[in-house]
C-alpha cells in the first residue's frame, strides 16, 4: 500500500500558465479531496468526489477544475495560474468500509505562481 | 455556513504536562469533529475523532471532549512528549455532507524539555 501519492513536490509557475497536479490512491477509497493551506491557516476544500465520475465543488472551487476517471485517480487542473493560487496542496482519501478512521493526506504539492 | 475557531494559537507546555487545545462550531448540524497533527512538511494525519452521540473519546495519552451544548470540543494530551511537538488542527464536518471538513487555524504545540 503506497496510500496516497501526489506529484510533483514542488513546482514554481509563471502567471498565466497551467498544469495538473496528480494525486493518486491504492485503497480503493471512494471519498477524494483537495485542499490548499496557506500559511499559517487550516485548509480549504477546493473540489471532491464521491465515486468515480462523480465530482463537487469545496469551498473555494474557483480557478480549480477537477475529474475523477477512475476510483484511484484525482487530477486537480489549474488553468491560467493566479499568485492567489501559491499556495501547500493536500490530496486526501476517505475509505467507505464503515470506518471512518481511513482516513489518508498525501504529503503534498508546494506551488508558487510568480 | 459552518465556522469553526480554535485556541490558542501557539501552546507552549513542559515536557510531561498536559496540554488542551479548544475549538468551537457554529452550525449544530455538524456531527463529526476529527482532530489532526501535522509536522513539518508533511499532510495531516488523523489522531482521533468524535461523533455528536459521544460526550468523551480516549486513545492512550490523547482524548477529546465535546459539548454539544456549548458547541465546543477540546484535545487533550496527557504526559506530553518532544514527539508530540506539531501543529494540531481541529476541523467539523455533518457526515451527510460527505465529510467535507470545515478547519480551525491551528495550534502550533511547543514541548519544551
Known amino acids: 500500500n503506497a496510500g496516497v501519492t501526489q506529484t510533483p513536490k514542488f513546482r514554481i509557475l509563471k502567471i498565466g500558465q497551467s498544469m495538473t497536479l496528480q494525486c493518486a490512491q491504492d485503497?480503493?477509497?471512494?471519498?477524494m479531496y483537495w485542499y490548499r493551506q496557506d500559511p499559517g491557516m487550516g485548509l480549504k476544500l477546493i473540489y471532491y468526489?464521491?465515486?468515480?465520475?462523480?465530482?463537487d465543488k469545496g469551498e473555494v472551487p474557483n480557478g480549480y477544475n477537477v475529474s475523477r476517471s477512475t476510483t484511484e485517480d484525482f487530477p486537480l487542473r489549474l488553468e491560467l495560474a493566479a499568485p492567489s493560487q501559491t499556495s501547500v496542496y493536500f490530496c486526501?482519501?476517505?475509505?467507505?468500509?464503515?470506518?471512518?478512521?481511513?482516513?489518508?493526506f498525501g504529503p503534498g504539492t508546494r506551488l508558487t505562481v510568480t | 455556513g459552518e465556522n469553526v475557531e480554535q485556541h490558542p494559537s501557539t501552546l507552549s507546555v513542559q515536557e510531561g504536562d498536559s496540554a488542551v487545545i479548544k475549538c468551537t462550531y457554529s452550525?449544530?448540524?455538524?456531527?463529526?469533529f476529527p482532530w489532526y497533527k501535522q509536522e513539518l512538511g508533511k499532510g495531516p494525519q488523523l489522531i482521533i475523532d468524535?461523533?455528536?452521540n459521544v460526550g468523551e473519546k480516549k486513545d492512550q495519552r490523547i482524548a477529546v471532549t465535546l459539548n454539544k451544548t456549548a458547541k465546543h470540543f477540546s484535545l487533550h494530551i496527557t504526559e506530553t512528549q518532544p514527539e508530540d511537538s506539531a501543529v494540531y488542527f481541529c476541523?467539523?464536518?455533518?457526515?451527510?455532507?460527505?465529510?467535507?471538513?470545515?478547519w480551525g487555524a491551528g495550534t502550533k504545540l511547543i514541548i519544551k524539555p
Open positions: 486526501a482519501s476517505i475509505g467507505t468500509s464503515g470506518s471512518i478512521n481511513e482516513q489518508y
Open positions: 485503497m480503493n477509497h471512494n471519498y
Open positions: 468526489s464521491v465515486g468515480a465520475g462523480i465530482t
Open positions: 452550525d449544530s448540524a455538524s456531527n463529526y
Open positions: 468524535i461523533r455528536s
Open positions: 476541523a467539523a464536518s455533518h457526515m451527510d455532507s460527505n465529510y467535507q471538513l470545515i
